[in-house]
């Protein structure tokens, strides 16, 4: 069952409310216009993100829940019993029945910044898995975890699935790969989802697909602007964009300005010029030798890796 539930969110709605101000304010004033691409995650970006994840043209999710039910055997036989099992940015942790029923842990602690969707996910796992103890950490998982102490002997077992670690740049992944190692500890494994690099039309189509779910999900971020921070931002004059960035290995994700425009944020006024845009995502892609040497770079060394699912994806398992 739920054993307990630990917070550890210093910064409490008024504080997340003044990041989240800061970090838009900051970005709206840099010359190429950028918002980090947490913040896409209020309750309605959530649900929409739910729904990409059902789109046929976003694979991802396909592809890694397909590898997960083909080599989760493997993947048992090469963590074994008895492990805590770690999941990083757990959300919903639709994909994590399928590795506990397989690896038989000892625990599992789901770490996510979002109480809400930890505690409900909490308990629909509680109540499939009824002798596992869960231990679930509200906890934003870039920053250093402090794990529960129950789990402390444990050997653990990292899992960061969806390829979140895509989000960021090559430099920020290092620096959480290397953190996370340390708060494993010495005889820990990982088992991370990383997108690979594919055909550029099946990249673009599954971040701007033809239903709209994505640009939905896009412009929320501008609709949570305007509702949390008193924005003005006139959202019919903004146009999504999803685009391959050859040099840095990565779809970008944009909201493009439709013509000249000036609004406010919290009273501050801002101009765009048609054309300009707010970057707002940053979904890196990794060819094996990539994926390899990022681990390795981050304190792990890979041991195995599943990506044989079409589109390509891959779920590597390293050791500390
Ligand atoms: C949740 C970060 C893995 O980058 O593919 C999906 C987010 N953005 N469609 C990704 C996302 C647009 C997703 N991650």
Redesign the pocket.
């Given at each position: 069952g739920v054993v307990r539930h630990l917070r550890q969110v210093e910064a409490d709605e008024a504080g997340i409310d003044l990041a989240f101000r800061a970090d838009v304010h900051a970005g709206l004033s840099q010359a190429q216009k950028a918002i980090p691409?947490r913040w896409f995650y209020d309750a309605a970006g959530s649900a929409l993100?739910e729904d990409?994840t059902a789109l046929p043209e976003?694979y991802?999710t396909r592809s890694e829940t397909d590898l997960l039910k083909r080599h989760a055997a493997a993947i048992a036989d090469a963590a074994g019993p008895g492990r805590a099992v770690v999941e990083l940015g757990s959300g919903s942790s639709t994909k994590t029945p399928l590795l506990l029923e397989a690896i038989d842990p000892a625990a599992y602690v789901p770490v996510d910044i979002s109480g809400d969707f930890l505690r409900a996910s909490a308990r629909a796992l509680a109540a499939r898995f009824p002798g596992l103890a869960i231990y679930p950490v509200e906890a934003d998982f870039t920053q250093p975890v402090d794990l529960p102490r129950e789990i402390c002997a444990l050997p653990k077992l990292g899992f960061f699935p969806?390829?979140?670690i895509?989000?960021m740049v090559a430099r920020t992944a290092v620096d959480l790969l290397r953190s996370w190692r340390s708060a494993l500890g010495e005889a820990s494994l990982l088992l991370i989802g990383i997108?690979r690099i594919k055909d550029v039309d099946i990249l673009e189509r599954a971040?701007d697909d033809p239903a709209g779910v994505?640009a939905a999900?896009n412009l929320n971020l501008l609709e949570r602007i305007n509702r949390e921070l008193d924005g003005t931002i006139p959202l019919e004059n903004f146009t999504h964009r999803a685009v391959w960035n050859d040099v840095h290995s990565r779809i970008e994700?944009h909201l493009v300005a439709a013509c000249d425009m000036s609004f406010c944020v919290d009273g501050r006024p801002y101009h765009m010029a048609r054309g300009e845009t707010i970057h707002s995502?940053n979904?890196h892609k990794y060819g094996p030798r990539d994926a390899n040497l990022l681990l390795r770079a981050g304190g792990w060394t890979p041991l195995a890796t599943w990506d044989d699912a079409d589109p390509a994806f891959a779920l590597i398992l390293a050791e500390a």
């Open positions: 691409a993100f990409i976003y991802p969806g390829s979140t895509g989000n997108d971040y994505t999900f994700m995502e979904s």
